[in-house]
């Protein structure tokens, strides 16, 4: 077909082009919503250690900065592994989690079997920092003294390594925030 073909055909039917590009883009993002929904409701909760923070730079605007023991971990790891290899920007690593569900670096994941008492976590590496997950937990106008004695970060973590951030908890994993107004948030 020529070009002034493929024109001609594109501007006959380009209504229903672009409406097919956009019942695309709505179910993907639909997909995309029920597979975070489906990691909250059926996601292991585990719990990681944030690094130490200086207070005064703690919050910012309605957010707190999250740093993470884990990550500073593992980029000792990497660091000392890579020995003059290209840095990884990806990968998974191995998590031990104890009886409390706090997770603790075990190792680079090679693929093989996990211990009972570990799991993926997904990791990536962009501009020489590891990331892990959210790297900021948002809260209510006014609600930030709620937050200063935060101490770890309960996750939801699927099979596959994705962790999405559910809390802030204090060093006993007592549930840092204002009082839940409903059953629902209260989990």
């Given at each position: 077909?020529s070009?002034?073909?493929?024109?001609?055909?594109?501007?006959k039917?380009?209504?229903?082009?672009i409406?097919?590009?956009?019942?695309?883009?709505?179910?993907?993002?639909?997909?995309?919503?029920?597979?975070?929904?489906s990691l909250?409701?059926?996601?292991e909760?585990?719990?990681?250690?944030l690094?130490?923070?200086?207070?005064?730079?703690l919050?910012?605007?309605?957010?707190m900065?999250?740093?993470?023991?884990?990550?500073?971990?593992?980029?000792?790891?990497l660091?000392?592994?890579?020995?003059?290899?290209?840095?990884?920007?990806d990968?998974?690593?191995?998590?031990?989690?104890?009886?409390?569900g706090?997770?603790t670096?075990?190792?680079?994941?090679?693929?093989?079997?996990?211990?009972?008492?570990?799991?993926?976590?997904?990791y990536?590496?962009?501009?020489n920092?590891v990331?892990?997950?959210?790297?900021?937990?948002?809260?209510?106008?006014?609600?930030?003294?709620?937050?200063?004695?935060?101490?770890?970060?309960?996750?939801r973590?699927?099979?596959d390594?994705?962790?999405l951030?559910?809390?802030?908890?204090?060093?006993?994993?007592?549930?840092?925030g204002?009082?839940?107004?409903?059953?629902?948030?209260?989990?």
């Amino acid at each position: 077909m020529s070009k002034t073909g493929i024109g001609r055909l594109f501007r006959k039917h380009r209504h229903w082009l672009i409406l097919a590009g956009l019942v695309l883009a709505l179910v993907l993002v639909n997909v995309s919503i029920w597979q975070k929904e489906s990691l909250l409701r059926d996601g292991e909760i585990i719990y990681l250690d944030l690094a130490p923070v200086d207070p005064r730079s703690l919050m910012q605007g309605d957010y707190m900065t999250l740093s993470y023991q884990l990550a500073r971990s593992l980029r000792q790891r990497l660091a000392t592994d890579a020995s003059g290899r290209t840095e990884p920007t990806d990968g998974r690593i191995r998590v031990t989690v104890d009886e409390r569900g706090v997770a603790t670096l075990a190792g680079l994941y090679d693929g093989g079997e996990l211990a009972a008492n570990e799991r993926l976590v997904a990791y990536r590496v962009r501009n020489n920092r590891v990331k892990l997950a959210s790297n900021a937990f948002f809260f209510q106008e006014g609600h930030g003294d709620f937050y200063e004695g935060a101490r770890y970060g309960q996750f939801r973590v699927a099979a596959d390594g994705e962790l999405l951030l559910t809390g802030l908890y204090d060093a006993q994993l007592q549930r840092l925030g204002p009082e839940p107004r409903n059953q629902s948030e209260a989990r």
